[in-house]
């Protein structure tokens, strides 16, 4: 790396902080430093993931977080042998240090461990009615409803595009043929565009029985209208990481109760909570999934994908959460969209 002074942190910062620099570097991690930038750790996006899971409420520093004992190259190893080493140790970076332990630069693998891109696909469940949203979905489908100019499909084409996601599966329905004049291959956006009709609504895993996965080892889902932050690549590492065949991307979401609650055994008060707040995961309507989770789809049925996670933990097999950070917005009614509309007028201004 040319720049190493914008990942580096102190071992007394405190969880927002570290999460606020992963969530700004593209490289998933930072180093924890002391005096002259001798290393003390590193924590990674997956240390982060963890620890939201444990602990909602999120009171550690950096020195709680840390791995203390990171694999490390020494100054003056040449490129060939860094990615020789990341590889033969299956880790995505590693901190370079001179005889003192201070950092100097930091190694980043130039592949995913275990999978390449070309082998992984993005299925957008672009079928839906957008009944919500009312007149606005009279004329043409919800995915072609425009932000800042762009349509919503467009605008997570190319984030997944940004992130090296090239090959994408359109599932449609509602106003299909309106998608594809729009679409066609995909060559306009840079990627490969192919198109899966259902010829009756299936719910947002139903069109996953249509699909012939077998170019692909793993296949991004997402509904089209979700627009996010998220940093894909990060998510399939994740994905990989943990060995999981169906991963869900989660958010914390926070409901307050603007009363005093009152929690009782019987006619017995065991405890008063003035206006208490309690934190949630909720699903971000994105997932990561091994082809195998395919076979578990029934075939020309509505079903939810949602329903596959409860039918692959039945069968003990595993899946993943992913807690995720960030911009999000979820356009189901005309005031997401209007909100969306306003975010993004905002952040071009800013700019």
Same mark, same amino acid.
């Given at each position: ?16 902080? !570290?999460?606020?620099?992963? $969530? ?10 002391? =005096?002259?930038?001798?290393?003390? *750790?590193?924590?990674?996006?997956? #240390? ?15 020195? $709680?977080?840390?791995?203390?004992? =990171? ?9 060939? &042998? ?13 901190? !370079? ?15 995913? =461990?275990?999978?390449?891109? $070309? ?8 079928? *839906? ?9 009279? $004329?043409?489908?919800?995915?072609l409803l425009e932000i800042d100019g762009e ?22 329905? /509602? ?5 594809? #004049?729009?679409?066609?291959? *995909? ?10 009709? %259902? ?12 699909? &012939? ?8 889902? +997402?509904?089209? #209208?979700?627009?996010?932050? +998220?940093? /894909? ?29 009152? %929690?009782t055994e019987g006619f017995e008060i065991k ?18 999934? &091994? @082809? ?6 029934p075939g020309d049925k509505f079903f939810d ?7 692959? @933990? ?8 992913? =807690? ?7 356009? *189901?009614?005309?005031? &997401?969209?209007? @909100?969306?509309?306003?975010?993004? +007028?905002?952040?071009? @201004?800013?700019?």
């Amino acid at each position: 790396m040319k720049d190493i002074t914008s990942i580096l942190v102190s071992p007394t910062d405190d969880f927002r902080r !570290v999460l606020r620099i992963i $969530d700004g570097s593209a490289v998933g991690f930072v180093l924890v430093v002391g =005096p002259e930038n001798r290393l003390l *750790g590193t924590i990674t996006d997956g #240390d982060l993931r963890r620890a939201m899971i444990q602990n909602p409420s999120i009171d550690k520093t950096a020195a $709680d977080l840390m791995n203390k004992s =990171p694999r490390v190259l020494m100054g003056g190893t040449n490129h060939a &042998d860094q990615q020789n080493f990341l590889l033969r140790n299956k880790i995505t970076f590693a901190p !370079v240090v001179d005889q003192a332990g201070s950092v100097v630069d930091v190694a980043v693998s130039s592949h995913l =461990p275990g999978s390449t891109l $070309d082998n992984v696909a993005v299925i957008v469940m672009a079928g *839906g009615l957008g009944s919500r949203l009312g007149d606005l979905t009279r $004329d043409k489908p919800k995915p072609l409803l425009e932000i800042d100019g762009e349509p919503i499909l467009e605008k997570i084409v190319k984030r997944y595009r940004n992130d090296g996601l090239e090959n994408f599966i359109f599932c449609v329905n /509602y106003k299909a043929d309106m998608i594809r #004049d729009k679409f066609g291959t *995909g060559d306009d956006l840079g990627v490969k565009i192919e198109y899966v009709e %259902e010829k009756k609504r299936l719910g947002t895993g139903g069109a996953l029985s249509l699909i &012939d996965a077998a170019p692909y080892d793993q296949l991004f889902v +997402t509904n089209a #209208d979700i627009l996010c932050s +998220t940093n /894909y690549r990060e998510m399939l590492e994740f994905h990989l990481d943990q060995n999981s065949c169906a991963t869900m991307a989660v958010r914390e979401h926070e409901l307050e109760i603007p009363f005093g609650v009152v %929690e009782t055994e019987g006619f017995e008060i065991k405890s008063l909570s003035e206006k208490p707040t309690y934190k949630y995961f909720i699903n971000a309507g994105y997932y990561v999934l &091994d @082809r195998s989770a395919l076979d578990h789809v029934p075939g020309d049925k509505f079903f939810d994908l949602p329903s596959l996670f409860d039918v692959l @933990r039945d069968q003990k097999i595993r899946t993943r959460v992913f =807690p995720t950070s960030g911009d999000w917005i979820d356009i *189901g009614r005309p005031e &997401d969209l209007q @909100r969306a509309r306003t975010k993004t +007028t905002n952040t071009e @201004r800013t700019k």
